[in-house]
């Protein structure tokens, strides 16, 4: 299961219930993570794309406004607490983006491909219509989560999917 956040809830690391914050990659389970982290700022320190920022009450969460995740591990190697752990045999995390098309310009006739050009893992297809603007359809399955699409976005039409915790 899946929810999407809005920008406001993304930005302001505002979240409720079981929905999952955005934490740095590799971060163990957020009922965990808020015993282990002990808000010392390492993992902030050492993001080469400083999209690693203070949340409510100083812990980390994740600003791709900023920037793209490089899934460099900086992070992961700073942290002293365990509150990152990384698994080689998973994936740093389980977000993937996705498209409002009642934001997304190219849905509205505008030429747009903001968000296509910087996707790497070509996640973001532009589909090419007889007389029609190009529209960009994302596959979800090819999706990383780098965020890279999402602050050239100038319509904010690009949503990051945050799986539901099941377990903490
Ligand atoms: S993996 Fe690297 S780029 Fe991504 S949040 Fe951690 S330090 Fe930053
Ligand atoms: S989050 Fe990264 S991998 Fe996913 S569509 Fe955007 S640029 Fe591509």
Redesign the pocket.
Known sequence: MTRTISRSEFLQGRFSGKNRPLRPPWSVADERFLELCNQCGDCKKHCPTRIIQSGRGNYPLIDFKRG?CLFCAECVDACQTGALRRDTKSPAWSI??SIDSERCLAHKSIECRA?FD???????EMQYRVGAIAIPL?DAQ?????????APCPVDA?E?RIPVEVAA
Do not use: F, K, T
């Not at 910087?118 to 973001?124: F, L, Q, Y």
């Open positions: 793209e993937s983006a968000c910087p996707c790497e893992r070509r996640a973001i994302l090819l999706c990383n989560g780098c965020g890279a699409c999402y690009i990051i």
